[in-house]
């Protein structure tokens, strides 16, 4: 229908990428277990991530249809990784080497989203400056999660963790900059403005500068 309002499918997205971001990190510090971590991976961190990129898609915003289903299959990938590393161990267990994962397993899959994560800040330059902050913080923790898993640096942990739960203040600010924005008016959250501009399409531009031309009355 012409006209229709919609909602911002990115305050799902944000919520769901935080909320599972902090518990998986105040797991990382001894805080809470991993069964709430797997659930909350699967649904919010993963299914309700994957609906709001698909919204995004709708919307014909790439980065955000990018972002939200990519992380949105972190976490369920993730959960997955949990289910078959606990089945593996288990005697008898239905888990055949071929499935079997190992820390070094894991931290490969770090290190590819890592590189993701990198692509995306690289693109977060040109939104604004608590997007570039959150996708700072999210590449630096997955570069400490890659060392160790790949390295076995497990003394970074808690300070990978510390890193990646301001990442997940932040993607919650954003989330509450554009709550706030619709239901008071105005901006109480600001974001910031972007640390790169965007060029003017030559020719949206070309066709400004022909309006702007005064028109000659004819002879």
């Not at 949105?72 to 994962?101: D, E, M």
């Not at 301001?166 to 105005?186: D, E, K, P, S």
Request: proline share 4%; charged share 10%; with cysteine.
């Amino acid at each position: 229908m012409a006209g229709e309002a919609h909602g911002n499918p990115a305050v799902v997205g944000l919520a769901g990428f935080g909320i599972t971001t902090l518990l998986l990190q105040f797991h990382n510090l001894g805080w809470c277990g991993s069964g709430v971590v797997f659930c909350a991976a699967l649904m919010f961190g993963g299914a309700a991530q994957l609906i709001a990129g698909f919204q995004e898609f709708k919307a014909g915003n790439n980065f955000g249809y990018s972002a939200f289903t990519a992380y949105g299959a972190f976490w369920i990938s993730l959960a997955f990784i949990f289910l078959v590393s606990n089945l593996q161990t288990t005697p008898n267990s239905i888990i055949g080497p071929p499935l079997k994962i190992t820390a070094t397993d894991i931290g490969y899959f770090m290190l590819v989203y890592t590189v993701y994560t990198l692509i995306m800040f690289v693109a977060s330059l040109a939104v604004h400056k608590a997007m570039t902050l959150t996708f700072l913080t999210l590449l630096l923790g997955f570069s400490g999660l890659d060392l160790v898993f790949l390295l076995g640096m497990k003394s970074i942990l808690t300070i990978t963790a510390i890193d990646l739960i301001f990442c997940a203040l932040v993607a919650l600010y954003m989330m509450a900059h554009a709550i706030f924005l619709q239901v008071f008016g105005r901006d109480i959250l600001p974001v910031g403005e972007p640390l790169v501009s965007k060029p003017e399409p030559v020719l949206r531009r070309a066709h400004q500068e022909t309006t702007r031309r005064p028109v000659l009355a004819e002879l």
